[in-house]
């Protein structure tokens, strides 16, 4: 069960003085149970890429197929395959248009054809996932609510699908620290006890060192770099080159190292650092 992108191009307004190739011959496969990060710096094509996974784009030329069915191909098992694919879009509380929670978090079950008793159900899920309670917040207007609060309610839309992959484009935008890190809690929650496959877009390093199996760094349009975390952030210079940060633990431990300090420059949680540069502090000292 995978996600494959097969010599994936896709030119903006092509036979235009408009026309701009975002995406060139692309070659990727998503496989089910990954947490895969796509980082890069603005206009590397991550967006663009992330909107092929669920038939959002078409491909100039190339296939995207989910499950081994063609996304673009004119069956119905297309439409099924593109229905295994939820998306979060960058800001989606934007795309909140119901007068209540509850009706629009049940817009997208409802359009499954799914009956009142399962529609219901799924939502009370739902709400229960992004921590929203059902008796208090259901009856609400989504428009009176904070923007975490609002974006939870977008969040728990897509979840109501019951996708079995899901992509994120940059959900924590816009949030305060608090607010992120209750989101991406939610997020990590739902992949470990749901076995679902995340796509996840972000420019916050610190973020995809924390969760995400694999990086995929985008750059021009292609695909610079494809990796495990510690095997992706061992090349600082070449994700500089390409626009994009290290997280501040393993730039810290790389200049320690730098000095001298036998610190291993591997890890990626501030738990592991602390760890790695007492040991090395022992180690120097003994």
């Known amino acids: 069960m995978s996600i494959v992108l097969k010599d994936v191009t896709y030119t903006y307004m092509p036979k235009t003085p408009f026309e701009r190739t975002a995406l060139h011959n692309i070659n990727l496969e998503i496989n089910s149970g990954e947490f895969v990060a796509i980082i890069g ?73 799914l009956s009142e008793e399962e529609v219901d159900s799924r939502i009370r899920r739902a709400m229960n996932f992004v921590g929203l309670d059902f008796e208090t917040y259901a009856k609400r207007s989504p428009f009176h609510l904070s923007g975490g609060q609002m974006r939870r309610v977008a969040i728990a839309g897509v979840i109501a699908l019951e996708p079995q992959y899901l992509i994120l484009d940059e959900p924590s935008a816009g949030l305060d620290p608090r607010g992120r890190d209750e989101i991406f809690g939610e997020i990590i929650q739902l992949y470990k006890s749901s076995g679902i496959t995340v796509i996840l877009v972000s420019h916050n390093m610190e973020d995809v060192a924390k969760m995400a199996t694999r990086l995929i760094v985008m750059n021009g349009g292609k695909v610079l770099m494809d990796g495990s975390p510690q095997e992706v952030f061992k090349n600082p210079e070449k994700l500089k080159a390409a626009g994009v940060d290290v997280p501040p633990v393993t730039a810290l431990l790389g200049k320690l190292k730098d000095r001298g300090l036998a610190v291993d420059n591997n890890v990626l949680s501030v738990e592991e650092a602390v760890t790695t540069i007492i040991t090395a502090l022992g180690d120097k000292n003994a």
Not at 69 to 98: C, T, W
Not at 107 to 113: D, H, I, M, T, V
């Open 41 to 113: 710096h603005t206009g590397s094509g991550k967006s663009t890429l992330v909107q092929h996974l669920n038939g959002l784009l078409k491909p100039t030329t190339g296939t995207v197929t989910v499950d081994e069915i063609n996304l673009h191909a004119k069956k119905s098992d297309a439409k099924i395959a593109r229905r295994k694919v939820g998306m979060v879009f960058q800001y989606p509380e934007h795309q909140l248009f119901e007068e209540t929670i509850y009706e629009d978090i049940a817009f997208g079950p409802r359009n499954l054809g």
